[in-house]
């Protein structure tokens, strides 16, 4: 087990000056769309790239802006950067995220916008078998060879991925394959609130942040919460990794992405690799609040695991 540190130097830290507009790729998704609300709540000017009209028309009702923009389509992005000067980049897991990466940080590039903040993952690998980690890594080394400045957020395991598991939950049983390995598991909502700290101040230019939850668990301590928080057993169950896959197929997953989950969780969960066992204060230290803890998740999330 790695010891709690955070990748964060010491830095002046400035309001960046209201005007400009901030474009938010994938803003339709759970942390796109924390992130859209919380810039708007708090004033800053934001734009919400779309790719369906119904979905600009809904942002437009609750008076954001929103415009059309395609990771797909490289034309459609820099139209969407027309008076934008910061852009954060969202990308998709799928076959193709790497190369709507590319096409994000190139279009920024063309557009002149002057800061990027990608949203990577804290396992990112260019050599990794994970697809969504190893098409991150490929992004953030585009966007460090761009004029203008960036910063890479690093995010954990997303706390709201345990829905995934809510059948067996409501059986009493939390399936996994990753053995005694530990996780620091992040709310997207604290990944949106780091998000909008680093868009809308100075100081964070050429920075990778790995963002995580304030505790190390293992999936029985996960198991454990869920016990304590729903009031119904919960054991946690290691499956190897064969059958665990078969397990997320017989869930409905395809194989590209059951593939890539077990690989997650026996390569950098079990084993801890590519910074799997690791813990920062990271969010508590650029938003002043504490990450919100996997129990606190549960508490408020408790109907989605409902019998």
Same mark, same amino acid.
């Given at each position: 087990?790695?010891?709690?540190?955070?990748?964060?130097?010491?830095?002046?830290?400035?309001?960046?000056?209201?005007?400009?507009?901030?474009?938010?790729?994938?803003?339709?998704?759970?942390?796109?769309?924390?992130?859209?609300?919380?810039?708007?709540?708090?004033?800053?000017?934001?734009?919400?790239?779309?790719?369906?009209?119904?979905?600009?028309?809904?942002? !437009?009702?609750?008076?954001?802006?929103?415009?059309?923009?395609?990771?797909?389509?490289?034309?459609?992005?820099?139209?969407?950067?027309?008076?934008?000067?910061?852009?954060?980049?969202?990308?998709?897991?799928?076959?193709?995220?790497?190369?709507?990466?590319?096409?994000?940080?190139?279009?920024?590039?063309?557009?002149?916008?002057?800061?990027?903040?990608?949203?990577?993952?804290? +396992?990112?690998?260019?050599?990794?078998?994970?697809?969504?980690?190893?098409?991150?890594?490929?992004?953030?080394?585009?966007?460090?060879?761009?004029?203008?400045?960036?910063?890479?957020?690093?995010?954990?395991?997303?706390?709201?991925?345990?829905?995934?598991?809510?059948?067996?939950?409501?059986?009493?049983?939390?399936?996994?394959?990753?053995?005694?390995?530990?996780?620091?598991?992040?709310?997207? !909502?604290?990944?949106?609130?780091?998000?909008?700290?680093?868009?809308?101040?100075?100081?964070?230019?050429?920075? !990778?942040?790995?963002?995580?939850?304030?505790?190390?668990?293992?999936?029985?301590?996960?198991?454990?919460?869920?016990?304590?928080?729903?009031?119904?057993?919960?054991?946690?169950?290691?499956?190897?990794?064969?059958?665990?896959?078969?397990?997320?197929?017989?869930?409905?997953? +395809?194989?590209?992405?059951?593939?890539?989950?077990?690989?997650?969780?026996?390569?950098?969960?079990?084993?801890?690799?590519?910074?799997?066992?690791?813990?920062?204060?990271?969010?508590?230290?650029?938003?002043?609040?504490?990450?919100?803890?996997?129990?606190?998740?549960?508490?408020?999330?408790?109907?989605?695991?409902?019998?």
């Amino acid at each position: 087990m790695r010891n709690s540190y955070l990748f964060l130097k010491e830095s002046r830290i400035m309001s960046h000056p209201v005007g400009q507009k901030i474009l938010v790729t994938g803003s339709t998704g759970d942390i796109g769309r924390r992130l859209v609300a919380q810039l708007s709540r708090d004033g800053h000017p934001v734009v919400a790239m779309c790719r369906k009209p119904e979905q600009i028309a809904d942002f !437009e009702q609750h008076g954001i802006e929103a415009v059309f923009g395609d990771l797909e389509k490289p034309a459609s992005i820099a139209k969407a950067l027309q008076a934008c000067d910061r852009m954060f980049l969202l990308t998709v897991a799928g076959r193709a995220q790497q190369e709507h990466g590319r096409h994000g940080v190139e279009a920024a590039q063309a557009a002149g916008i002057r800061h990027v903040v990608h949203l990577s993952t804290g +396992d990112a690998n260019p050599n990794s078998p994970i697809p969504w980690a190893n098409a991150p890594a490929h992004t953030d080394a585009v966007l460090k060879q761009r004029s203008g400045s960036w910063t890479i957020l690093r995010p954990s395991a997303f706390m709201q991925n345990l829905v995934q598991s809510a059948v067996p939950i409501k059986k009493g049983v939390f399936p996994q394959t990753a053995g005694r390995g530990v996780l620091a598991w992040i709310d997207t !909502e604290d990944i949106a609130r780091v998000a909008a700290t680093v868009l809308t101040n100075e100081g964070h230019e050429g920075k !990778e942040y790995y963002l995580t939850g304030p505790e190390l668990l293992t999936m029985s301590d996960v198991a454990s919460h869920l016990t304590a928080v729903l009031n119904y057993p919960v054991r946690h169950l290691h499956l190897p990794g064969p059958l665990f896959f078969l397990a997320l197929r017989a869930g409905g997953l +395809d194989s590209w992405t059951a593939r890539g989950l077990v690989h997650q969780f026996i390569d950098v969960v079990r084993k801890g690799h590519d910074f799997g066992d690791l813990i920062t204060d990271t969010v508590h230290v650029l938003t002043g609040t504490p990450a919100r803890s996997v129990r606190e998740y549960l508490v408020e999330n408790r109907a989605a695991f409902a019998r």
